[in-house]
């Protein structure tokens, strides 16, 4: 087992330890993007070409994005590339946060937020596209932190979330995605099944439409 995949694995145990978790990627996050590359992580530029698709077909040229877990800001770095996009971040590591900073391809990132708690950060607005890529994984959060991004997507906007196959099976986020719970406050719009993610497995993009009112 090579170090790249086993600092990916070690960070797959931390459900119901945020503090561990977090401490576990302030220390990871100078080395973060060198292993996931070396792991062949693709999820974030599959997400945000899905993100760039949904903004043109459905969105306008002033649309703004929430990327929630932003990790070191590689989604916001690719939707750079893609368009002139107002993109704000959070994630639970205030030292994965400030590497998201560097890009320059956000207007905000904070730190310390943690997506399992289902309240909205007050510092935030309500955003036409919220996505969360890579969060939605072993030892992160559970398929309740859905709850926390519909809170962050205003009115018949857009939440994109990828789920690792083996997080899928083992958390039933599919029951928890098609429960009452979320569907009084959103539409599944449509699955992208076992698309490209990493190169251990694949994963699913959920696509959900806000429709409960605005918080």
Same mark, same amino acid.
């Given at each position: 087992?090579?170090? $790249? +995949? ?6 797959? #145990? +931390?459900?119901?330890? $945020? ?7 302030? &220390? *990871? ?5 060198? @292993?996931?590359? &070396? ?32 990790? /070191? ?14 993109? @704000? ?11 998201? %900073? ?6 905000? #990132?904070?730190?310390? #937020? ?6 909205? =950060?007050?510092?935030? =607005? ?9 969060? +939605? !994984? ?5 398929? /309740? ?17 990828? !789920? ?8 039933? +986020? ?7 719970? #979320?569907?009084? %406050? ?17 994963? =699913?993009? *959920? ?9």
């Amino acid at each position: 087992m090579n170090n $790249s +995949f086993a600092n990916i694995k070690q960070s797959h #145990v +931390f459900f119901e330890d $945020s503090p561990g978790l977090k401490n576990y990627y302030e &220390d *990871w996050a100078s080395r973060y993007d060198g @292993d996931l590359a &070396d792991q062949k992580w693709v999820a974030p530029r599959v997400a945000a070409n899905f993100v760039h698709l949904l903004a043109s077909a459905y969105g306008s040229p002033d649309t703004i994005i929430f990327d929630a877990g932003c990790g /070191t800001g590689l989604v916001g770095s690719v939707l750079s590339t893609l368009g002139n996009y107002v993109i @704000d971040g959070v994630d639970l590591s205030e030292n994965m946060a400030a590497e998201a %900073l560097k890009t320059h391809a956000y207007r905000k #990132v904070y730190g310390g #937020v943690d997506l399992s708690v289902p309240v909205r =950060d007050e510092r935030l =607005d309500q955003y036409d596209i919220v996505v969360s890529s890579g969060v +939605f !994984t072993l030892g992160h959060v559970r398929p /309740t932190a859905l709850l926390t991004l519909i809170e962050y997507a205003r009115p018949d906007g857009l939440i994109l979330v990828s !789920t690792r196959g083996s997080y899928a099976a083992e958390t039933g +986020f599919e029951d928890f995605a098609l429960s009452r719970e #979320v569907s009084e %406050l959103a539409s599944l719009e449509f699955k992208l099944k076992n698309a490209n993610y990493i190169a251990e497995e694949g994963a =699913d993009y *959920w696509v959900f439409r806000k429709t409960g009112p605005t918080q």
